[in-house]
């Protein structure tokens, strides 16, 4: 059964940062393009970032570009999302996701989803 799991979470003062990481399992996903979403509490879920196979393209929210940079590890099937210069409206469960495209992700669809990180940012 494929998995992908969530790590890196925590609690960071606003302006500081933070490395979320996204281990899958199961080969079929070592060539889906593989993304990062959020949710607030009280707020849908919402698209963060994406990471193409091999990797040559990469698609941000407005909300993050310039201050998130997500990457990915194909030999081991993983997927990173470096956060820096952290806000307190970036607070949320962070989930990783898979997919066939990266169109796919930034619609807010995927193949298989983790089970969410928690990042919150203090004022």
């Known amino acids: 059964q494929v998995q992908l799991v969530e790590s890196g979470g925590g609690l960071v003062q606003a302006g500081g940062s933070l490395r979320l990481s996204c281990a899958a399992s199961g080969r079929t996903f070592s060539t889906y393009a593989m993304g990062w979403f959020r949710q607030a509490p009280g707020k849908e879920r919402e698209f963060v970032a994406a990471?193409?196979?091999?990797?040559?393209?990469?698609n941000y929210a407005d909300s993050t570009k310039g201050r998130f940079t997500i990457s990915r590890d194909n030999a081991n099937i993983r997927v990173y999302l470096q956060m820096t210069g952290l806000k307190p409206e970036d607070t949320g469960v962070y989930f990783c996701a898979a997919a066939r495209a990266v169109n796919v992700l930034v619609r807010g669809a995927g193949s298989a989803w983790g089970q969410g990180t928690q990042v919150t940012v203090s004022s």
């Open positions: 990471i193409s196979w091999p990797g040559g393209s990469t």
